[in-house]
């Protein structure tokens, strides 16, 4: 919608457009811009504006402005175009052309003698979304290209963005007065009922949000698409005002709920779009519902005015008329509270998520189709979680979200480290993907700056300074077996029984959980299992007793030909059981590893990264210092990302042998995913918080041993827990078709965990560590309901 400018009582200009015709376009392109095309004409309300097609190809758009119009709200476009292109300029935008003169805005007098600002910008190819009744995923990305924008346009300023115009969403107070002109009562009061609660209610909190300069006109004739569904362009900024941010999604929202019969829906894809890169708060999505209704009532305000004053003949408003009325009636139906209850559900802020919904009865009708199509384009791979396999469309903190709208306490994956899509890591991983995202083989800064930092969790004066960047779990310790080879010298491997380090062929030789067989040069250790081993709880000098199965299994290796190139461990031993080591095992096997000239390495992918409360890295709570670190999973929050850590000399023994190159480890969007994670870690607390709320959850799953005798032990630390399950507390007999009921009622019940263990009898309970206490709560109560209906 072109600028109308007001005074205090909203003056409407004529719409008379400056006297020009396509043929005087073709000839200012030419002489201004040294442009020969051929031009079409665009409709404008108050200005010419031209498609020009320049015999080389290229296209434009001339814009011939009206002669009342200030040149500084001309200004005002160029420059926040310009400025939206430095900051973001991957974003479908104009780009503003220089006249062969240099100067963005030039002058031509029409033919009444009056003087016209001219200026050009690139001509975006695309269809209007008017035209192209959007799904939810297009709507859910113009959701994120507004964000984009106006994260682009934070730091702009320009006076002319204080002027007023009349599409100003808190003009519609002023424009109240029309609405006398509609002659339908029942509509009539509705819309002034709309902008009544408007001036009363949302304005004074509306004046009180941050403000910014937006582009404010939003509508769908001003968002193009392509032939895949996919935003190619965002055009006319003629709008443009300081304002409230959340005026910006006001104007999409409501052309959002047009012509639809699931204005909700529709809304509510873009409010999450445009969340993902913009989070918002409560204050202002709460807004949003009053922001839309005034926005249509405003339209059908100025329309009535236009009416009246037979101003209709190039008015595209009539068009607007029928649907948003309708809208108007169908929002009214909904109501604010469903509206802004549907609008919070979308951004879902942390803090207020405490009580899993009550199932509702909903089932998930293709669960069977996608198990067929799954075997079908998946191959017969793999098994999944829980009997009844879940179909899940969000995540959010420790929730995740199933087709049927279900969620899910989710108490058992340590990938979403941070919390299932933290904002703060997505907004980093889409602001270093529209930059740049290459490979460590050119130099840039955001490899550099992550192993710098990743490199300071390191404990002082270890000499742990060289990154590696890999892609996953596997990978990293891959390589990290490479580097020890290469490093010792030495063939052979220590592992613990029954530890899983990854799938790769070299990798899956030192996982017992996985390897069909022992390999030859691979030996395992005997688990420092104090609750169900040969040397237990309150035995003396237990930690010396495991430690010293080192010796034996290096005495093993030898007789086979292999002197150990390394000992890998899992510090918190979660395959084992989530087992409370003796203090003391480890530094015990760490000193015989390195006298028979092995290098020690700690695997941190499940154990590392504050999950464990006490300590940024596992082996740190064993007193150890190893010569490699693995990390994985929780490292990029979800973005596949793994890494080794170690001294430059060991990462010389390697390269010495041969090149190491991996294309995608190290790449900009990962690194900007990992720093992300390093800092919600600092930010938020979060090694605190599962120090805190791990301590608060062992403690009430201790208290709940008191009731169930089917629980044995508690183990773990931080948010880091296993619970074994036993038939017999003297026998030690593992329950383990018990643990697998519990874990599927569990999951009935909304809480996803899941058994590990040797004798799969342990339940594994593992957060994203955000976890709050009243989560853990929760996960207690529905253990305990699961146990007591066994
Ligand atoms: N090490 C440990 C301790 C793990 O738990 C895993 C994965 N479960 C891996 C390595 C392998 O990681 P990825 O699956 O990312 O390859």
């Not at 002669?67 to 200004?75: G, S, T």
């Not at 613990?496 to 899956?508: D, F, I, K, L, R």
């Not at 069909?516 to 040969?534: E, F, I």
Request: negative net charge.
């Amino acid at each position: 919608m072109a600028s109308a400018h007001v005074d205090a009582d909203v003056r409407f200009l004529a719409l008379s457009r400056p006297d020009f015709t396509v043929q005087d376009a073709e000839r200012i392109a030419r002489e201004l811009y040294g442009i020969d095309g051929k031009g079409k004409e665009f409709y404008a309300e108050r200005d010419r504006s031209y498609y020009l097609r320049a015999e080389d190809g290229r296209e434009f758009v001339l814009k011939i402005v009206h002669a009342d119009e200030e040149e500084a709200n001309i200004a005002l476009q160029i420059e926040a175009l310009n400025w939206i292109a430095r900051q973001d300029p991957g974003l479908p935008i104009p780009r503003v052309q220089r006249a062969s003169d240099g100067v963005q805005i030039a002058h031509r007098r029409s033919a009444d003698g009056r003087q016209h600002a001219v200026w050009m910008l690139s001509y975006l190819p695309g269809t209007p979304l008017m035209d192209t009744n959007p799904d939810g995923a297009t709507l859910r990305e113009l959701g994120r290209v507004m964000g984009r924008m106006d994260r682009a346009l934070r730091g702009f300023f320009h006076p002319a963005a204080g002027r007023e115009i009349v599409w100003d969403a808190r003009m519609a107070p002023r424009l109240a007065a029309n609405l006398a002109l509609i002659e339908d009562a029942t509509d009539r009061k509705l819309l002034e009922s709309i902008i009544a609660q408007f001036a009363a209610d949302a304005l004074p909190k509306l004046n009180g949000l941050r403000a910014q300069i937006i582009h404010n006109d939003f509508n769908f004739h001003n968002v193009l698409a392509d032939a895949a569904g996919r935003i190619a362009g965002l055009i006319d900024f003629g709008d443009m005002i300081h304002a409230p941010l959340i005026v910006e999604l006001g104007c999409a929202g409501s052309d959002a709920a047009l012509d639809t019969d699931r204005p909700l829906e529709r809304m509510v894809e873009l409010l999450r779009g445009y969340h993902e890169i913009v989070p918002l708060l409560v204050q202002e999505t709460d807004l949003l519902f009053d922001l839309i209704q005034s926005r249509h009532a405003m339209a059908l305000a100025i329309l009535a005015r236009r009416r009246a004053q037979n101003m209709t003949e190039q008015n595209y408003l009539e068009s607007y008329a029928a649907p948003c009325l309708k809208s108007v009636r169908m929002l009214a139906e909904i109501g604010r509270e469903r509206a802004c209850a549907a609008f919070r559900a979308a951004i879902e802020p942390r803090s207020s998520v405490s009580v899993p919904k009550i199932p509702t009865g909903e089932v998930d009708a293709d669960r069977e189709s996608m198990l067929a199509r799954r075997k079908r384009v998946m191959g017969p791979q793999s098994y999944m979680f829980y009997d009844q396999p879940l179909h899940m469309v969000r995540g959010d903190g420790a929730w995740l979200y199933d087709v049927t709208g279900r969620r899910y306490l989710d108490v058992y994956n340590n990938v979403p480290h941070v919390g299932h899509c933290h904002p703060h890591v997505v907004e980093a991983i889409a602001r270093q993907a529209a930059v740049l995202n290459t490979n460590t083989r050119y130099l840039f800064d955001e490899v550099l700056e992550y192993a710098e930092r990743l490199g300071t969790t390191m404990p002082a004066g270890s000499g742990l300074t060289a990154c590696m960047f890999v892609n996953s779990g596997s990978e990293a310790v891959d390589l990290a077996g490479r580097l020890a080879k290469a490093y010792s010298g030495h063939s052979g491997a220590l592992v613990m029984e029954y530890a899983y380090h990854g799938w790769t062929e070299a990798v899956e030789a030192l996982s017992p959980e996985v390897a069909d067989r022992v390999k030859p040069h691979v030996r395992t250790l005997v688990a420092p299992d104090d609750y169900r081993g040969a040397h237990r709880r309150g035995g003396n000098d237990i930690a010396a007793l495991y430690a010293a199965d080192a010796d034996r299994a290096i005495r093993s290796l030898a007789e086979g030909g292999h002197k150990p190139a390394l000992f890998i461990a899992d510090a918190a031993l979660l395959t084992n059981g989530v087992l409370d080591a003796p203090v003391g095992w480890l530094q015990g096997v760490y000193e015989r590893v390195r006298k028979a000239g092995g290098l020690c390495i700690a695997d941190e992918v499940q154990s590392g990264f504050g999950r464990q409360g006490d300590a940024m890295w596992g082996f740190e709570l064993h007193g150890v210092v190893p010569d490699i670190v693995c990390m994985g999973k929780p490292i990029g929050n979800g973005h596949p990302l793994g890494a080794v850590v170690t001294r430059p000399e060991i990462v010389q023994a390697l390269v010495d042998e041969r090149i190491f190159f991996s294309t995608f480890g190290g790449n900009n969007v990962s690194c900007a995913a990992g720093m992300a994670v390093l800092d919600v870690l600092e930010r938020e607390g979060l090694q605190e918080n599962a120090r805190k709320v791990g301590g608060h959850f062992k403690h009430g799953l201790r208290t709940l041993a008191e009731r169930h005798d089917l629980i044995g032990d508690v183990r773990g630390r931080g948010l880091l827990v296993g619970v074994e399950l036993v038939r017999d507390r003297k026998s030690l007999a593992p329950a383990a078709p018990e643990t697998k009921r519990v874990v599927n009622r569990m999951r009935d019940l909304g809480v996803l965990t899941a058994s590990e263990g040797p004798h799969g009898n342990v339940l594994k309970l593992r957060p994203p560590i955000c976890f709050t206490r009243e989560q853990a709560d929760m996960t207690i109560a529905a253990l305990d309901q699961a146990l007591s209906e066994l």
